[in-house]
């Protein structure tokens, strides 16, 4: 076995879990600052010559996109004033719902901090000069008594919000004289055109200003309506999502709950339910026992596949698994074959793909152990594919054997288990896939059938919660708190006394149900109020792959809608999903549209002061 071939990835035995509570009281003052500096849009005052842009959505890619803009324009030499109105339904810009730091401190990140950067790298242009990534952040700000600081380390989700929101201040206290940056706490439900401009509408009112173009970073702003005939049955609650986390205090003490769903937020609730409800997990024997509180209700989780993610070990950048087969060379093989064919999934992608895998867990598998493809291919996508009878029945202590099965391999890490070396691979094949993926580069029926099939299963194994949660999951799956009862999807049915679940061996009624799904876009479904208006109006319009529906917004590469030739409407993060692969991500270093609409802008406002100063001196 060639030791060469893996990855420089050494484990980090005893990881830190850094909180609010790690971070000096002053530096979370920014939070405050940014709420003092919110404004109502009726009370903005301007001069007519000013020129208005609109950024629509405050979370991390709404300040990205804030950012490039400001660095782009800083050196710019302006003679008019610029006006940048940043709408977010809340007052925690920088953070989106993800991040935001009121929230439970016990709701981890799902990646090491030293993965986290808010900063674009060099050489781009930059107006913050001081510019720390995560770690660094830490470092500097920590309280004395911490213990040092590894790029290995997770941190909460609420430290995440604090350290973007003190980047947010930093980049509004640095910008250009002549510009002005409106923060506003308005949602945003649709964009009419006048003329070469835009205007932009709430429920109630249409807002005062034109703008020259609209940046849209709405993030995970999608509503699952699977469930929204529950409406007429008041003896039933159903949350159309878990978050804001803490509306799921509604629910009573030891209540029977049904919630949909088995990945990060799953984990979410489940946590925020028994261990936020003042239950404790102790170490036992290299596992956590669940202590309760008395307080927890009890938690029936169901999805498609009906298994838990894998967890995700700290593991940095540099640390990616090389790939041997699915390389860049063999793509651009496949891509030069025919440049009018587009790629087949099936017969381009997933025999190399699986290829990959099966030879990343036999590197590491004894020698009567080696699998077979297939053999791999079952027991990292489909371990449950035969379970039957009386194990489908008890299908809970299966769940509790699997999870404790899974815990043990992670434990075992990279470099001792080849089932996660194997996932380690499916990770790199995940990100190898964008460059199959993005703008349609396979065929419809390819890009539908990896939509449908693949991408859940490559994002459970790839994109999995801490090893800490997966623990605390086991032992909530151990104590009874989490009752796996069923193996295969159930059907949902209401009736007079609550909201039914059955799969045919199983069945149980509900009073509170929770939809633990990151809703996705869907224009035929109408899941998002501001995409629908733009679709009708024909602002926007469907990303269509041959006859492949994907209910995503059509866009141009360069982040642009596509529904109208000029248009100067952008779209970057989450919106984008269906034209490129996993972009709901911190991450600026993929799809990074705020710099091509930064650019843009730019070049828009350099024009237009030309031309007005041409038609002055006529």
């Excluded at 950024?55 to 300040?63: L, N, R, S, T, V």
């Excluded at 923060?183 to 945003?188: K, N, P, S, V």
């Excluded at 429920?203 to 940046?215: K, N, R």
């Excluded at 989490?482 to 909201?499: A, D, H, M, W, Y």
Aim: glycine residues 6%; hydrophobic residues 35%.
């Amino acid at each position: 076995m060639d030791k060469s071939l893996f990855p420089p990835y050494r484990k980090n035995k005893k990881c830190m879990i850094w909180r609010s509570e790690h971070i000096a009281k002053h530096v979370l003052q920014s939070e405050k600052k940014t709420i003092y500096k919110t404004l109502d849009i009726n009370n903005i005052n301007t001069h007519d010559e000013t020129i208005h842009i609109a950024i629509i959505g405050g979370g991390p890619k709404g300040f990205y996109a804030l950012e490039r803009l400001l660095a782009t324009l800083k050196d710019v030499d302006m003679t008019t004033e610029l006006e940048i109105h940043v709408f977010n339904s809340n007052s925690f810009f920088a953070c989106g719902q993800n991040y935001r730091p009121d929230q439970p401190d016990n709701l981890l990140i799902n990646y090491a901090i030293g993965n986290i950067d808010a900063w674009e790298v060099q050489p781009a242009p930059q107006i913050v000069q001081k510019r720390l990534d995560l770690t660094d952040w830490i470092k500097c700000n920590k309280v004395s008594h911490s213990p040092e600081v590894n790029p290995r380390d997770f941190a909460s989700r609420e430290l995440v919000g604090y350290y973007l929101i003190d980047c947010f201040q930093q980049v509004l206290h640095a910008a250009p004289e002549k510009i002005s940056i409106r923060l506003i706490t308005q949602q945003i439900n649709n964009i009419t055109e006048l003329g070469a401009t835009y205007r932009l509408h709430s429920d109630e009112e249409i807002f005062p200003f034109v703008y020259q173009s609209v940046m849209l970073v709405t993030g995970n702003s999608y509503i699952n309506p699977y469930l929204d005939r529950a409406r007429q049955y008041p003896h039933v609650t159903c949350f159309n999502s878990a978050y804001p986390i803490r509306d799921l205090d509604r629910i009573p003490d030891q209540a029977e709950v049904a919630i949909q769903g088995y990945g990060l937020t799953f984990t979410d609730v489940a946590l925020h339910l028994t261990e936020g409800r003042g239950g404790r997990f102790e170490a036992h024997n290299n596992e956590l026992v669940y202590i309760p509180s008395g307080r927890e209700p009890l938690l029936y989780p169901y999805s498609r596949n009906n298994l838990t993610m894998v967890p995700r070990s700290g593991m940095l950048p540099e640390e990616q698994y090389e790939l041997l087969f699915f390389t860049d060379e063999y793509l651009e093989s496949i891509q030069k074959r025919s440049p009018e064919n587009k790629i087949s999934f099936k017969k381009d992608i997933l025999p190399i793909l699986k290829k990959e895998i099966q030879y990343a867990y036999n590197r590491l598998a004894r020698e009567d152990d080696g699998l077979t493809e297939m053999e791999v291919i079952d027991r990292l996508f489909f371990p449950n594919k035969y379970i039957s009878g009386t194990q489908l029945e008890d299908y809970h202590q299966y769940m509790v054997d699997h999870t404790r099965y899974i815990q043990e391999e992670a434990d075992r890490g990279i470099s001792k288990s080849p089932l996660m070396l194997a996932v380690h691979a499916c990770r790199a094949c995940l990100l190898q896939m964008t460059k199959v993926y993005n703008f349609s580069g396979m065929d419809g029926k390819s890009q539908e059938y990896f939509d449908k099939h693949w991408i859940g299963n490559m994002n459970r194994l790839s994109f999995g919660p801490p090893t800490t949660n997966s623990k605390k999951i086991h032992a909530l799956l151990k104590a009874g708190y989490i009752r796996s009862k069923f193996g295969t999807l159930p059907t949902v049915q209401f009736n007079t006394e609550g909201l039914q679940l059955t799969n045919g061996y199983y069945t149980k009624t509900f009073n509170y149900h929770i939809d633990g799904r990151i809703a996705k876009p869907n224009l035929t479904q109408g899941n998002h109020p501001l995409y629908s208006n733009l679709f009708k109006s024909g602002l926007a319009k469907e990303l269509i792959n041959d006859n492949y529906r994907t209910g995503s917004i059509a866009i141009h590469p360069d982040g642009r809608l596509a529904g109208k030739e000029k248009s100067m409407i952008y779209v970057y993060g989450t919106p984008t999903e269906g034209n490129v692969l996993d972009n709901d991500t911190l991450s600026r270093k993929s799809y990074n549209f705020g710099n091509t609409w930064a650019q843009k802008i730019a070049n828009l406002v350099t024009i237009k002061y030309e031309k007005e100063y041409e038609h002055s001196s006529r």
